[in-house]
C-alpha cells in the first residue's frame, strides 16, 4: 500500500495545512458504507505468549517501511477562519473512527494513526508507528487514568503519557484477547474492560501490569452468556452492571451472572419494517463462512442485503439506565430492561444503518448513520446533512465541546460544527 496525504482544508477559505500519512485498513471503501470485516472466531481461555489465532485480519503494514520521501509529517500549525460557521478536514480515504475532545485538544482517530489537535494555537502533532504506536489503524479514543487511550486495528492498545511524551503499548502477551481493540472502559469499581476481536478482557481493579489480574470472557467460556465473540462496545448501567454490545446481541454481565438479548428477543427491528429503506445490497455473508454461518443461526438466509439486527455497532446508556443499540440495518432499538423500542427511517430517522451513539454534556442523544447525523428530541429527531456543513452523511463518530460546538467524524474527513440548529 502506499502512504497518502492527509490535508486540511478549511471551507471558505481553501487553505491546506495538515499532511498526515495513513494506512487502509482491509479493502478499498466507498463513502457509502463499509461490509463489515471478516470475523474469526476465537474462544476459550488465553494463554501468557498466545499468538494471533488463525484466519485472523492481516496486520497493518508499518509506515517506516516506506521511502523517506514518502513519511509524512507529523506536526505544524494550521490556519482557521474563526468567523466561518464550520471547518472541515479532509484526511483521504480513511474513516475516522473515534472523536475525543479534552479540554482545548481534541483527539481524532483515523485508520491512518491520531492527530493531537489543540483548538487554541491551532497546532497539531501526528502519532503513528514512528513515534511509539504498534498499529495505525485507530479505532476508539479515550481517556484512562488520566492518560489517553488508544484501541487500534491489530496493534492492542496503547497509552499516550503527555507529560512524558511516551506511549505504553498492551497487547496479547500481556493478556489481552485479541490485538484488534474496539473499546476500553473503566467502570466504578476499578475493574477495567476491553472490547476485542475474540472476546472481552476485565482487568480486575484496573492493574494493567499484572497479568493475573486479566481476565478474557468469549462465547465458550461463558457458556454462551457472551452471545459472540466480537465485542464492538461497553457502557456501565446505573447500578453498575456492563453492557457489551457484540456481533451476535446485547450482553450483560452482573455480580458474576450473564444474560443476552438478540433479534429473536427483541433487538433490532424487524426486516419487514426497514426492507425499503436498505441503501446497500452488499450482503456479508457473500463475503465470508463466518457471516454465512451466523446469518444461518440467526435465521436470516432469505435476506441477500445489508441487514443484521443483531449486530450492535454503537451502543450507549443514558442517566435512565435505557441502553441504546444502534444496528447494523435494524435502525435504533431502546431497552429499559424490559421492554424494547425500535426507532428508523419511519421514525424520522435519516437512515438505518447506525455506526455512532453520542451524550453530550446536557444528555442529548445523538445518531450517527449511513444518511446524515440526528439529534433525539422526544420521540422526533432534528437531522443534520452536508447541508448543514456535515462533510459526509455517513457519520462514525462524534464529540461535543463545551462551547456547543460539534465535532463530526465520517469517511474522508471532519466536520467542526460552531453552530448547530
Known sequence: MQLNKITLAIIGVGVAGL???????????????????????????????????????????????????????????????????????????????????????????????????????????????????????????????????VGTYGGGMSLYDEKLDKWENFNIPDGLGDAFVYGVLKATNGDVWVATWSGANRIRGGNLKDRSKWDLYTVENTKGGLPNDWVYGLAEGKNGEMWLATEGGLARFKDGKWDNWNHAKGLGAPYEMVKNDIKFTNDPAKQSVHHAKQKEEMGLQGINVAYNPNYIVSMVVDDQGVVWAGTWGGGLSSFDGKNWRHYTVADGLPGNHVFMLHRDQKGALWIGTNDGLARRDGDKFTVLTTANGLFSNTVFSMASGADGSRWVGSFGGVAHLKAVP
Open 19 to 149: 499532511v498526515a500519512g495513513a494506512y487502509f485498513i482491509g479493502s478499498k471503501q466507498s463513502e457509502q458504507a463499509a461490509v463489515p470485516a471478516v470475523k474469526q472466531l476465537s474462544a476459550g481461555p488465553l494463554k501468557p505468549g498466545a499468538e494471533t489465532p488463525g484466519n485472523h485480519p492481516p496486520m497493518p503494514q508499518v509506515a517506516g517501511a516506506q521511502a523517506p520521501g514518502q513519511l509524512p509529517t507529523q506536526q505544524g500549525k494550521v490556519q482557521v477562519d474563526p468567523s466561518a460557521k464550520f471547518t472541515h478536514f479532509r484526511v483521504g480515504n480513511r474513516n475516522v473512527k473515534s472523536i475525543l475532545q479534552d479540554g482545548n485538544v481534541v483527539w481524532v482517530g483515523t485508520s491512518g494513526g491520531v492527530v493531537r489537535y489543540d483548538t487554541k494555537t491551532d497546532d497539531y502533532r501526528l502519532f503513528d508507528v514512528r513515534n511509539g504506536l504498534l498499529s495505525n489503524g485507530i479505532f476508539s479514543v479515550s481517556k484512562l487514568d488520566g492518560r489517553i487511550m
